[in-house]
């Protein structure tokens, strides 16, 4: 998704990249898919790279140590040797977000395009709306992927939990949404449930009988003023649009 500054959209859609493929090989691969489109990779005013990452830790803005990314991850989880780290800043948490990343395609994309910002799924999914929201009532977010589901638990402006979890099926969600309720709590019934991404009209009943308002979560709500955004299922792409 590229936009332009008054926010009219340039292009959209998806593209396929051999990742495997030589680094020198990959970035000129990126270069060529920008150009073929008419978009030049150098003098973009804001360029985002949103990876999927399974190993993240949240660390405070007066706490955080550059020099010690690969250390805050090793902490929480076991980091495998062919993953790198990366850092990004939230301001609205006051907070810096550590992450894995594969170095390879990190590199790729930052030669193909300097300037790129790197971030992962929940650095865009904890939004200053989300904790606004959860002033007036507990809210869980969950964003559905390809093989994994990503859990943020909102409650009085604050974030009580981040995690992401495998999932093979509609079940495993229900499952994970079921015991993150239950274990923070959250079992009001003004609870909302907000779910994005892959989401499926299946899924989407079923949680219907679990829980007492689930919602499709489509991001900032100026993006419905884009004409060219009607015909596209917003809830599936919040990461793109945040």
């Known amino acids: 998704m590229l936009a332009t500054t008054d926010r009219q ?37 804001q360029v985002s790279l949103i990876l999927h990452a399974s190993h993240f830790v949240w660390i405070p803005e007066h706490l955080y140590d550059a020099a010690r ?25 006051k907070a810096f977000m550590v992450f894995s990343a594969p170095t390879d395609i990190v590199t790729a994309f930052k030669l193909a395009m300097p300037g790129i910002d790197v971030h992962c799924q929940h650095s865009r999914l904890v939004t200053p709306t989300l904790l606004s929201r959860s002033l007036q009532h507990p809210l869980v977010l969950m964003h559905v992927g390809d093989g994994f589901v990503d859990f943020d638990a909102f409650y009085n402006g604050q974030l009580l939990f981040s995690n992401t979890f495998a999932s093979c099926s509609d079940k495993d969600c229900l499952f994970h949404a079921l015991t993150i309720m239950k274990q923070l709590h959250l079992e009001t019934p003004d609870m909302e449930l907000a779910i994005c991404g892959n989401v499926g009209r299946e899924i989407y009943a079923m949680l219907q009988h679990y829980f007492p308002s689930v919602t499709l979560h489509t991001g900032d709500p100026c993006t419905y003023a884009l004409p060219e955004m009607r015909q596209i299922p917003i809830y599936r792409h919040v990461l793109l649009l945040g």
């Not at 680094?23 to 005013?45: V, Y």
């Open 9 to 45: 959209l340039l292009t959209f859609g998806e593209a396929d990249f051999d990742f495997h493929r030589p680094l020198g090989e990959l970035t000129q691969s990126i270069k060529d898919f920008f150009l073929s489109l008419g978009i030049n990779t150098f003098g973009l005013k």
């Open 69 to 93: 990314d690969r250390q805050y991850l090793r902490m929480v989880s076991s980091l495998p040797a062919d993953l790198g780290s990366c850092h990004v800043h939230v301001p609205h948490m």
